[in-house]
């Protein structure tokens, strides 16, 4: 039995492997789909742990964008008076928490995946990649539950007119990206600097009040949006809002703006990861 | 270089590996106002300073090594801390990258650098094995294959759906143990995995890696403990400083290696860029440094702190082989160091139980976890012990388990 299992993984794997200074990158794609399942395993770890001794448990998935939606409705709302659309404010709110939440999670998570698993990456091999990507998917499960709620509150409002939900998976493959990239650059970036820890839960929080969550672009002065547009959640946000309520964007250029932002975040994240990885087990 | 169906499953040209330690990496992450000041300073014309300062912090970990080797070799790497062995795994293992060189591997790669990474104390065993497994570079056909041998290795049955949290360290070493033993690979990596558990684990530990070897596999051994290494590998190479000093028999490994570490003190190269280090360890008996079984034993450590700390110590001594013995351990003392700080400890046995002959002393410096070590080096001073008319015994009776000394006095000075 032993000796047959290895007969066959000897076969499998007879070809030769070639390290050398700065050659690792060849095999990068290789590597991932050896570790495909690691992606997975990970991410059910930190699915398991998440709310885990949280007396609450995954409530808090849904209590958490519920009040950040109630003090917008609130605030710009009551207090600013911000005019969103012919959808419903707390509606409008939600979807825009919906992106937010996603991506606020999985910058935060993504920062630290690299630092807070430091034992693997000294003692373990696999592509670092998996570890930022990872919180990606665990932040997708969050997403869903909001997701849900949205959906419980559109049917609350009387189903007001929908957009074309069916652009929905390439505005959702932009989320992703979009996360994906900037995780690549704030993980990689901590583990050589770790003033990224305090960097990240300030941008955050003046990101919330930065990006049209709370309230729609067209509520800016024509000479801002440009610079709006320039922060890729806009566009995102705006696309989003158009999947689900059919609500043109404030300027479509400004929305092609925003996703050639993601890209580039996307690819120049990936490249400086990938630079940082070979270093990543000596200066962690 | 051979090409098609040669033999070799590993070939290794020139291989080095450089670290910066010393003042920059001391803190062995950047900030950006270390940087902003760094590059401040550059502007300021003080680059060739830095250069130099930069220049000697430069440590070659491993320079110029080269070897090959056949599948189904059993490689034991020798040599002092520092010497490169462990850098050595970490390049074929794939964790860090080659300076310079270059490395063919034929095969799947399995490391079991240290037993129990990845293991999170809120999953349960079951959990951890599928995780352990996939950070191994398993998939889930392949553990579940193996998964039924690794319960049984473990003799974990029982707790499979109990979170680790609550296992005995034996449980979890064993459990952690098996699943990396279980690995579908034909190169094994094996570094100090038998330095935790109990003696009758640490026998089933070296059974496993004997079949293992017995199946064909080529095996990386490094062990402190030289019977171990001798029971299991049949060719060794020693590292000294970074470089390869000898390639050959196990046996002739073996005895160059005891004979190079004869004259050994402390290094203090070996602990750079450590918290926490020994500077100096003296033993003494009565009126003198010759120690005696039955006569009265002292052992001073002076220590240095990198930066503040705060730990607990032991006094080991170890048979010339490796092999643990004894363990002076205050383990109802915190003690704490300042950033900077040099102190010295005694501690002093009324009489020393140890059979004339020759012996290593070490030392373990942690936080009182387990696996929260800031060093644990066996093999850091050596001393003979000689007979003493006085005291009557069986020669022939010998003892080779852990003792934990509880009868000794202990001093900070």
């Known amino acids: ?284 | 270089m051979p090409t098609s169906s040669d033999r070799f499953d590993v070939e290794i040209a020139n291989l080095s590996k450089l670290y910066h330690v010393g003042s920059r990496d001391n803190e062995r992450y950047a900030t950006l106002r270390g940087e902003i000041s760094r590059a401040m300073r550059t502007l300021g014309g003080l680059i060739g300073r830095d250069e130099a300062a930069r220049k000697a912090g430069e440590f070659w970990a491993l320079k110029d090594v080269s070897f090959q080797v056949k599948r189904g070799e059993r490689i034991g790497l020798l040599g002092h801390n520092g010497a490169g062995k462990s850098t050595l795994l970490k390049i074929l293992s794939r964790i860090t990258a080659p300076t310079h060189g270059r490395i063919g591997l034929r095969g799947r790669v399995a490391s079991l650098l240290e037993v129990g990474t990845g293991f999170h104390g809120e999953l349960t065993g079951r959990e951890n094995i599928f995780l352990n497994g996939a950070l191994l570079g398993m998939n889930r056909v392949e553990i579940r294959r193996a998964f039924d041998q690794i319960v049984a290795f473990a003799e974990v049955e029982k707790f499979l759906d109990t979170p680790v949290k609550r296992y005995s360290t034996g449980m979890y070493t064993r459990l952690a143990f098996a699943v990396a033993a279980h690995l579908e690979a034909e190169i094994l990596l094996i570094d100090e995995v038998l330095a935790v558990g109990d003696v009758a684990f640490q026998e089933k530990c070296l059974g496993r890696i004997s079949e293992m070897s017995a199946s064909g596999r080529t095996i990386f051994f490094v062990s402190h403990n030289m019977s171990a290494i001798a029971q299991v590998c049949d060719r060794g190479l020693l590292l000294e400083r970074g470089r390869l000093s000898f390639d050959g028999k196990i046996h002739d490994a073996i005895s160059r290696y005891l004979e190079s570490t004869r004259s050994a003190g402390i290094s203090r190269e070996a602990f750079a860029g450590r918290p926490l280090a020994p500077v100096e360890i003296r033993l003494r008996s009565e009126g003198g440094e010759r120690l005696a079984i039955g006569k009265p034993f002292e052992a001073e450590v002076e220590l240095e702190a990198r930066q503040d700390m705060s730990f607990q110590m032991a006094f080991l001594v170890s048979d010339v082989m490796g092999s643990e013995l004894h363990w002076l351990y205050p383990f109802e003392r915190d003690l704490t160091l300042r950033k900077g700080e040099k102190k010295r400890y005694r501690f002093a046995l009324d009489s020393l139980d140890l059979f004339p002959g020759s012996y290593w002393g070490g030392l373990w410096l942690g936080k009182g976890g387990w696996m929260d070590e800031f060093l644990y080096d066996r093999q850091l001073y050596r001393f003979n012990v000689e007979d003493n008319p006085a005291v009557k015994y069986f020669p022939n009776f010998r003892t080779a388990s852990v003792k934990v000394h509880k009868d000794f006095r202990f001093t900070e000075l």
Not at chain 1, 16 to 33: F, H, N, P, T
Not at chain 1, 184 to 196: C, P
């Open chain 1, 1 to 284: 039995m032993e000796s047959e299992r290895l007969d066959k993984t000897t076969a499998r794997s007879e070809s030769l492997l070639v390290l050398s200074a700065g050659r690792s990158s060849a095999l990068l794609w290789k590597d991932l789909w050896r570790f495909r399942e690691l992606l997975a395993f990970l991410a059910w770890r930190d699915v398991l742990l998440r709310y885990k001794q949280a007396a609450f448990g995954i409530g808090w998935a849904l209590l958490r964008p519920v009040l950040t939606m109630l003090v917008f409705t609130l605030i710009f709302r009551r207090v600013v008076e911000v005019e969103a659309s012919s959808v419903p404010y707390p509606l409008f709110a939600l979807c825009g928490m919906l992106v937010w939440q996603f991506f606020s999670g999985c910058v935060a998570d993504a920062a630290q995946s690299l630092v807070s698993n430091t034992s693997l990456v000294t003692k373990v091999f696999f592509p670092r990649l998996i570890l930022p990507a990872s919180t990606t998917l665990v932040n997708l499960l969050d997403f869903a539950v909001t997701l849900a709620l949205f959906a419980g509150l559109w049917l609350f409002y009387g189903t007001p007119s929908l957009g074309p939900l069916w652009a929905l998976p390439g505005v959702l493959l932009w989320m992703l990206g979009l996360a994906l990239g900037v995780g690549f650059w704030l993980s990689s970036a901590t583990v050589r600097y770790r003033d990224v820890k305090f960097l990240v839960p300030f941008g955050l929080q003046l990101g919330l009040y930065a990006s049209p969550i709370g309230y729609p672009i067209s509520a800016l002065p024509e000479k801002f949006r440009f610079w709006a547009y320039l922060n890729p959640l806009s566009g995102l946000v705006e696309g989003f809002r158009w999947c689900f309520f059919g609500s043109s964007p404030a300027d479509a250029h400004g929305v092609w703006l925003s996703l050639g932002v993601s890209v580039f975040l996307l690819l120049s994240g990936f490249v400086f990861f990938r630079k940082m990885e070979d270093s990543f087990a000596d200066i962690i």
